[in-house]
């Protein structure tokens, strides 16, 4: 069992930038990948950013590309996700995940999320 906690939303102007981090409760890096996930009003979640715990391969989707950075420290057990340039559409509230290899991230494990506003 793998608890995550996510922490660093909170409300920002556009063209801002906020750091959120996600603390794992055990060692994950050579076991998981994890990443980020969002979810705005009325809509579907989202995947934002991926990084494998065998060789820290990043994934981004489009819409954050050039904007958003995923890194992990593996001896704090910490995810990060470094958001730059934000605008309001980037509005939601933001879930750290964590799967094994093999598995799907809805098989995997969540975190609470937190929210993050932009304001115009």
């Known amino acids: 069992q793998v608890q995550l906690v996510e922490s660093g939303g909170g409300l920002v102007q556009a063209g801002g930038s906020l750091r959120l981090s996600c603390g794992a409760s055990t060692h994950t890096a050579s076991i998981y990948a994890m990443g980020w996930f969002r979810q705005a009003p009325g809509k579907e979640r989202e995947f934002v950013a991926s990084?494998?715990?065998?060789?820290?391969?990043?994934n981004y989707a489009d819409s954050v590309k050039g904007r958003f950075t995923i890194s992990r420290d593996s001896a704090q057990n910490t995810l990060y996700l470094q958001m730059t340039n934000l605008k309001p559409e980037d509005t939601a509230v933001y879930y750290c995940?964590?799967?094994?290899?093999?598995?799907?991230?809805?098989?995997?494990?969540w975190g609470q999320g937190t929210q993050v506003t932009v304001s115009s």
């Open positions: 995940a964590a799967k094994r290899t093999g598995f799907t991230w809805n098989d995997g494990y």
């Open positions: 990084i494998r715990g065998s060789n820290a391969i990043t």
